[in-house]
């Protein structure tokens, strides 16, 4: 009875720190379908837009002694015109071009991203302070005020894009923007302002993620990497284009990794946990290569 006892927490426990995990893929993945909808880009420099944030967000804390809260949106901001400026000066001109070209150019930013990163904070690892240090005990299991409050974030933030999207003008531009670009030009809307705005929430929404996963994995110039590819994963497992989908995928793509790990370690496969989330996009692209919540269809030409 122990035994079993003992295995169900264990599952719960895995279950919980999967649920925190896919959060963060499923914002970032969140971000590269917002761009995507918009603008038909890929931007594999998404992770390294969460690393920057953090770095800001610590430095407002650490260096600025400014409050967590403050430096919090500090960040958001400060990325976030960042992702503006970036379509502004950079990817609006790309916008039509080879889809491998523009893979290449986000993948190039990305890398200059990181050196001016390591040029900047360094080649060490930091560690941001938040208000979330305690842990709450429900029986055996235990649940990290960090991962908490990155589950609690997600899901603030998801109500706040959806209420955005569904309820103010500029939402429904976006999404009018998204579904046909050249109807919304002729209907008076500024497209290309549209962009910029899409990137700069895109961008926010990296930062958001990175400040909530600092905590946890610490922050370093390569911490946008992992979550990069494997929220690039989680958007094609839930469909590629969907926002729904996005999150969903991210979370599914949290708890397999979590429960590889969790159950293949000791059997002593040690890179099981890494392998296992693109195991689960391959099945996935063999059932459904639409994704969970995509739909297939043909572009008109």
């Given amino acids: 009875m122990e035994t079993r006892r003992g295995r169900v927490s264990d599952f719960l426990q895995l279950t919980l720190n999967g649920v925190a995990v896919g959060c963060i893929y499923g914002l970032v993945a969140l971000g590269f379908v917002l761009i995507y909808k918009a603008t038909e880009l890929v931007n594999f420099a998404q ?43 950079v990817l609006r001109y790309v916008i039509g071009q080879p889809q491998f ?41 235990t ?37 046909n670009q050249l ?12 962009f910029s705005l899409i990137w700069a929430i895109s961008a926010g929404v990296a930062t958001s993620a990175g400040v909530l996963l600092a905590p946890v994995t610490l922050i370093d110039t390569n911490m946008g990497l992992a979550v990069t590819i494997k929220a690039f994963a989680a958007a094609v497992l839930g469909g590629f284009g969907s926002i729904p989908g996005a999150l969903v995928g991210g979370v599914v793509i949290g708890l397999v990794e979590l429960y590889a790990g969790g159950y293949a370690k000791p059997l002593g496969i040690e890179d099981w946990k890494d392998t296992a989330p693109y195991v689960a996009l391959l099945l996935m692209l063999i059932v459904r290569p639409q994704g969970l919540f995509g739909s297939l269809g043909r572009k008109k030409v």
């Avoid at 109807?183 to 549209?194: D, L, R, T």
């Fill in 143 to 179: 649940l990290s005020h960090q991962y908490l409050s990155i589950i609690l974030g997600t899901l603030a933030l998801c109500g706040a894009l959806y209420a955005f999207f569904n309820w103010t003008r500029i939402g429904i531009a976006m999404q009018a923007t998204s579904q």
């Fill in 183 to 194: 109807a919304a030009y002729y209907m008076g809307i500024p497209v290309k302002m549209i």
């Fill in 101 to 141: 070209a523009v893979v290449m150019l986000t993948i190039g930013l990305g890398s200059m991203f990181r050196t001016f990163a390591s040029v900047t904070w360094g080649s060490e690892i930091y560690t941001l302070p938040t208000p979330f240090g305690g842990v709450w005990h429900i029986g055996s299991i």
């Fill in 47 to 89: 992770g390294d837009l969460l690393m920057l944030g953090a770095f800001v967000c610590y430095m407002a804390v650490v260096w600025w002694g400014l409050d967590y809260w403050l430096a919090f949106v500090l960040a958001v901001v400060t990325i976030a015109a960042f992702g503006a400026l970036l379509d502004r000066f």
